[in-house]
């Protein structure tokens, strides 16, 4: 989700002397304070509920405490600077994003359903986080990659890439540069994908959706975050997504379509381009592979 980088470059442009006095204390002298590198590291973060709505608690107030001033009052010092507009609106990523302190001193972040979706448009849109993983050589790959994981995960992203190309040619959406890698690929009819109801609740609110948005976002946060077991961590991400994947399958096959209100059709498959495009990460970054497009 990555969540901690919206914080932190929150607290780097808002306008406050709280934020700046955080991200003073920070970095250290040899970082210029424009640098979100050194800022993303100090913010500690843990998602606390693994379904929707999607809860994460970050503990940096308990870096920052002193004998005078105690975790909860600088929790509470540090919503009200992220609550604050940034001077520049459009690059504001904690939009729909409820910031709250708890008692003993935490900062709670609940994501409200407009803030999947716009999450969603970005997964769709943007560049991929990638990771400059350790090679890994052929025993190794033997040892850490299990030929059966490693197809389970290749299926599921081929099947991903076969399912978008069978909806494109049925004409329930349209994408673009179809003759690139999948990576590149887009949606362009619709111009956008229908993600909120005209509630503004989330259409994927079948168990199966959740659970597969649930993985795509501990996927995102296993690929921000650095750890010495990450090549199996990616894998274990990578294989729960698969799963996950061939189930919404099951429950939403793509040829039972006919009758189906057409804004749920096009953001279940605008699901099914997010799970490509981050299967193609994991394995193309996270497990040094080459995603196969058939089997």
Same mark, same amino acid.
């Given at each position: 989700?990555?969540?901690?980088?919206?914080?932190?470059?929150?607290?780097?442009?808002?306008?406050?002397?709280?934020?700046?006095?955080?991200?003073?204390?920070?970095?250290?002298?040899?970082?210029?304070?424009?640098?979100?590198?050194?800022?993303?590291?100090?913010?500690?973060?843990?998602?606390?509920?693994?379904?929707?709505?999607?809860?994460?608690?970050?503990?940096?107030?308990?870096?920052?405490?002193?004998?005078?001033?105690?975790?909860?009052?600088?929790?509470?010092?540090?919503?009200?600077?992220?609550?604050?507009?940034?001077?520049?609106?459009?690059?504001?990523?904690?939009?729909?994003?409820?910031?709250?302190?708890?008692?003993?001193?935490?900062?709670?972040?609940?994501?409200?359903?407009?803030?999947?979706?716009?999450?969603?448009?970005?997964?769709?849109?943007?560049?991929?986080?990638?990771?400059?993983?350790?090679?890994?050589?052929?025993?190794?790959? %033997?040892? !850490?990659?299990?030929?059966? /994981? &490693?197809?389970?995960?290749?299926? #599921?992203?081929? =099947?991903?890439?076969? +399912?978008? $190309?069978?909806?494109?040619?049925?004409?329930?959406?349209?994408?673009?540069?179809?003759?690139?890698?999948?990576?590149?690929?887009?949606?362009?009819?619709?111009?956008?994908?229908?993600?909120?109801?005209?509630?503004?609740?989330?259409?994927?609110?079948?168990?199966?959706?959740?659970?597969?948005?649930?993985?795509?976002?501990?996927?995102?946060?296993?690929?921000?975050?650095?750890?010495?077991?990450?090549?199996? %961590?990616? !894998?274990?991400?990578?294989? /729960? &997504?698969?799963?996950?994947?061939? #189930?919404?399958? =099951?429950?939403?096959? +793509?040829? $039972?379509?006919?009758?189906?209100?057409?804004?749920?059709?096009?953001?279940?498959?605008?699901?099914?381009?997010?799970?490509?495009?981050?299967?193609?990460?994991?394995?193309?970054?996270?497990?040094?592979?080459?995603?196969?497009?058939?089997?």
């Amino acid at each position: 989700m990555r969540l901690r980088q919206a914080v932190a470059q929150h607290l780097r442009d808002c306008q406050s002397d709280v934020a700046t006095t955080i991200v003073d204390r920070v970095t250290t002298e040899q970082e210029e304070r424009s640098s979100l590198d050194q800022i993303v590291r100090a913010i500690p973060f843990k998602r606390a509920s693994k379904s929707i709505p999607f809860v994460y608690v970050c503990a940096i107030a308990h870096r920052l405490a002193t004998p005078s001033q105690p975790a909860a009052l600088i929790a509470a010092q540090l919503v009200d600077a992220l609550l604050q507009p940034l001077p520049i609106p459009e690059e504001d990523s904690l939009s729909g994003i409820v910031v709250q302190p708890t008692a003993i001193g935490l900062l709670q972040f609940e994501l409200s359903d407009r803030a999947i979706a716009s999450w969603l448009d970005r997964l769709l849109t943007k560049a991929l986080p990638q990771q400059s993983w350790v090679r890994l050589t052929s025993t190794e790959r %033997q040892m !850490l990659l299990p030929t059966a /994981a &490693i197809f389970e995960v290749q299926y #599921a992203y081929a =099947r991903c890439c076969s +399912l978008l $190309r069978l909806a494109h040619s049925e004409g329930l959406i349209t994408l673009d540069r179809l003759d690139v890698a999948p990576l590149a690929w887009r949606v362009v009819n619709p111009p956008s994908v229908p993600w909120l109801t005209s509630t503004a609740q989330l259409c994927l609110n079948h168990p199966v959706d959740r659970r597969l948005l649930g993985y795509l976002v501990e996927a995102l946060d296993c690929l921000s975050n650095e750890s010495p077991h990450r090549v199996q %961590q990616s !894998l274990r991400s990578a294989q /729960a &997504i698969a799963q996950a994947m061939q #189930a919404f399958h =099951r429950v939403h096959p +793509l040829w $039972r379509k006919t009758g189906t209100e057409p804004n749920l059709v096009v953001s279940q498959l605008g699901l099914l381009l997010a799970t490509q495009r981050i299967l193609y990460v994991l394995l193309a970054d996270g497990l040094n592979l080459q995603p196969v497009v058939e089997l």
